[in-house]
């Protein structure tokens, strides 16, 4: 009877130990685990500062082609004033139609005069 208590408790030293080592793996693996999910975390903060940031640069390249657009139609709707001055004056200048052989010469240099114009040379 000594000699089966001794070998159940041999068997239980063993299934104990080998519980133990188990349980040693286990939480091993589980901190281990933890520290990936923390390591997750912090990349995906990372990531949203980073999709963040770009939103914001992206935010600014849209307001600024807006402004560019807007300064774009300025200058277009300038030079269209600029170059509708001399056209305004050779319609208001222009010859009646009665005299046209005589007027074509006069017509002709105000054309002449009006290229200049709006072509300065430097």
Known sequence: MAKEKERI???QKVMEM???SEIEKRD?????L???VLDLRQM???KDKVIEEQEEQIERYRTSFRQLMKL???VTGNK???AGVPLKRLIKNSPSSDNDDDDNEGTMAT???LKEESNPKA
Not at 28 to 32: C, G, H, P, R, S
């Open 34 to 36: 933890e520290g990936s």
């Open 80 to 82: 269209i004033k600029k």
């Open 44 to 46: 995906i903060v990372n």
């Open 72 to 74: 774009g139609f300025v």
């Open 18 to 20: 080998r519980f133990a």
């Open 111 to 113: 054309l002449t005069l």
């Open 9 to 11: 408790s041999n068997e």
């Open 28 to 32: 091993a693996t589980i901190l281990e």
